[in-house]
């Protein structure tokens, strides 16, 4: 089977590798911006997310999805303000942006819309491998960025959730197994994303997260990722304890998004 994670942080860490500007004086600005504006320039994610499981049973982060490396095109001209504004009106808490161009054809442009289309928090989806994507994240409007455990180094993965949260960013970290969540639990994250897509092969085991949702901590926000396609899977999630679920594939595909973000949330109003 094709190393989807390997290619796709090769591909990362050349570009960082490549980015010639000075991480110490980048930081220090986007500081500066998370100090002017405050909390006028964020929306709370991890907030609408706990809205969203008292209100409905279960907070839906909604995702903007082009493409993916196993399933090829999506929707490649889906309008992300169109897409945004119909996720909300399902009764989404949240939104997801891909902003990986090279391998799931989003860019920085469509989170940009996709926010400004909406009143929701967004979570900036890519695969962040240092100090400046972090810094990007906010820079572009992010509410959220996402951490990938199997990414990084332990090291990494503690300097780049602190960084998260001085510039105004809630990180999601993201896990896979058991002992990716022991080291999400020691570098103190506190919003936890079990993804069931395994990104080295991309097959989803629809299982993992109620596995892992008895291993998860009290206190935790947990929130299971991919492979969840209809009410009766967001029931049975609800139930294991995760506060929500993020959904792409079988948004995306739908011929009405709204209704598919309703749908999910079954009866639980």
């Known amino acids: 089977m094709p190393a989807y994670l390997d290619s796709i942080l090769d591909a990362h860490r050349a570009t960082a590798a490549a980015d010639r500007r000075d991480v110490g004086t980048v930081v220090e600005a986007v500081l500066e911006l998370d100090r002017r504006e405050g909390a006028a320039g964020r929306r709370d994610f991890v907030g609408a997310l706990l809205a969203g499981r008292a209100d409905r049973g279960m907070a839906v982060i909604s995702e903007v999805k082009r493409r993916s490396p196993s ?3 999506l929707d490649p001209t889906l309008d992300p303000a169109t897409v945004a504004g119909d996720y909300q009106a399902g009764g989404a808490s949240c939104l997801s942006v891909l902003t990986d161009g090279e391998f799931f ?3 920085r442009a469509d989170l940009v819309a996709a926010r400004a289309a909406c009143s929701l928090p967004v ?5 962040t491998v240092g100090a400046l ?3 990007d994240a906010r820079l572009m409007g992010a509410d959220a960025v996402l951490l990938i455990v ?5 090291a990494e993965l ?3 959730l602190a960084l998260a949260r001085d510039v105004g960013l809630a990180p999601l970290v993201e896990v896979h197994d058991e002992p990716e969540l022991g080291r999400a639990l020691a570098a103190g994250a506190d919003l936890v994303g079990v993804n069931q897509r395994d990104l080295r092969t991309f097959e989803v085991d629809r299982e993992r997260a109620l596995r892992m949702g008895e291993r998860m901590p009290e206190g935790i926000v947990a929130v299971a990722e991919s492979g969840i396609r209809d009410a009766t899977d967001v ?3 609800a139930a294991a304890g995760y506060t929500a679920v993020l959904v792409g594939e079988t948004l995306v595909r739908s011929a009405d998004r709204s209704s598919a973000v309703d749908g999910l949330l079954g009866a639980r109003a």
């Open 71 to 73: 399933k090829g095109d």
């Open 105 to 107: 054809g989003g860019c």
């Open 123 to 127: 979570l900036r989806k890519d695969f």
């Open 133 to 135: 994507d972090v810094c």
């Open 150 to 154: 199997a990414a990084l180094d332990d």
């Open 158 to 160: 503690a300097s780049l």
């Open 235 to 237: 029931e049975r999630l």
